[in-house]
T-cell receptor, first 113, second 112 residues
């Protein structure tokens, strides 16, 4: 069965520093990959997704993630974080042809001034 | 504006009481989902529905029930059989055949 691992439960980083949030999934079958962001007491907002094509996907607010099939990873990166990026980030995987998301346990990003 | 609404935002319940959480969407999506979120555990699927009048259990359906009488609505009832109901509940929807889910703002349920 598919599983998703987000090893870092919390990541503190200073403003304007780069950050990487790690996501690994277990199955090497064809997958769709997602990163969602959640601000306190709110729902999840889609940050970016990999469905097919280019393995590097970007969001409108400067985040990017790279699909690495051989390492079964989909790490999220941003070269320079802002205070407003403080939130919890969830990685999710969906096997091709299924409805079901498997979520990681989340990484809480805290950007320090 | 198209989107998903959940009500209420906060809900308090006494032990032994059933309570119903509302989820409505005007995105014309066929599929709808209910997730439970607990600290440090990510999101877990409770129930999902891909068409009106049909729904399936997810990974943690025990103690919960749902109905899907209208395409726009997918209410979740937390019954007294749910032993640990205090959590944040999220509703989502998607187009059938699409893997992208859209989430509502959530309902925080607290059992007193």
């Amino acid at each position: 069965a598919q599983s998703v691992t987000q090893l870092d439960s919390q990541v503190p980083v200073f403003e304007e520093a780069p950050v990487e949030l790690r996501c690994n999934y277990s199955s090497s079958v064809s997958v769709y990959l997602f990163w969602y962001v959640q601000y306190p007491n709110q729902g999840l907002q889609l940050l970016l997704k990999y469905l097919s094509g280019s393995t590097l996907v970007e969001s409108i607010n400067g985040f990017e993630a790279e699909f690495n099939k051989s390492q079964t990873s989909f790490h999220l990166r941003k070269p320079s974080v802002h205070i407003s990026d403080t939130a919890e980030y969830f990685c999710a995987v969906s096997d091709l042809g299924t409805y079901k998301y498997i979520f990681g346990t989340g990484t809480r990003l805290k950007v320090l001034a | 504006d198209g989107g998903i609404t959940q009500s209420p935002k906060y809900l308090f319940r006494k032990e032994g009481q059933n309570v119903t959480l509302s989820c409505e969407q005007n995105l014309n999506h066929d599929a709808m989902y209910w997730y439970r979120q607990d600290p440090g555990q990510g999101l877990r699927l409770i129930y999902y529905s891909q068409i009106v009048n049909d729904f399936q259990k997810g990974d943690i359906a025990e103690g919960y029930s749902v109905s899907r009488e209208k395409k726009e609505s997918f209410p979740l009832t937390v019954t007294s059989a749910q032993k640990n109901p205090t959590a944040f509940y999220l509703c989502a929807s998607s187009i059938v055949g699409s893997n992208e889910q859209f989430f509502g703002p959530g309902t925080r349920l607290t059992v007193l």
